[in-house]
Nanobody, 124 residues
Framework: QVQLVESGGGSVQAGESLRLACAAS????????MAWFRQAPGKEREGVAS????????YYADSVKGRFTISQDNAKNTIYLQMNSLKVEDTAMYYC?????????????????WGQGTQVTVSS
């Protein structure tokens, strides 16, 4: 069982930055893919960024490319999401997901573990 704890959410103005963190209680395998998803009110959950703990390869949703950066600290079993140039439309609950089972990376049903979420609110 993997427990995920997110932190770093908050309220900022458009154009500002935030860094989210997701600490995992353990990695179930050496090469475990983790991801950040988000869900805005009235919308479906969508993938934002993903990273493989072993290979380090990353993927980003088109809407955040060039603004968000996913990174990891394997010594701490933690991934981060650096969010720059935030926009009002980035407002959402952000969730950390872990232990991808294969398939489409942005298919949230393919992840075995989820955090409780951290709220990000961007105002104009």
């Amino acid at each position: 069982q993997v427990q995920l704890v997110e932190s770093g959410g908050g309220s900022v103005q458009a154009g500002e930055s935030l860094r989210l963190a997701c600490a995992a209680s353990q990695y179930t395998r050496s090469y475990m893919r983790m991801a950040w998803f988000r869900q805005a009110p009235g919308k479906e959950r969508e993938g934002v960024a993903s990273i493989n703990s072993g290979y380090g390869d990353t993927y980003y949703a088109d809407s955040v490319k060039g603004r968000f950066t996913i990174s990891q600290d394997n010594a701490k079993n933690t991934i981060y999401l650096q969010m720059n140039s935030l926009k009002v439309e980035d407002t959402a609950m952000y969730y950390c997901a872990a232990d991808f089972r294969g398939g489409r990376i942005w298919d949230d049903s393919r992840y075995n573990y989820w955090g409780q979420g951290t709220q990000v609110t961007v105002s104009s």
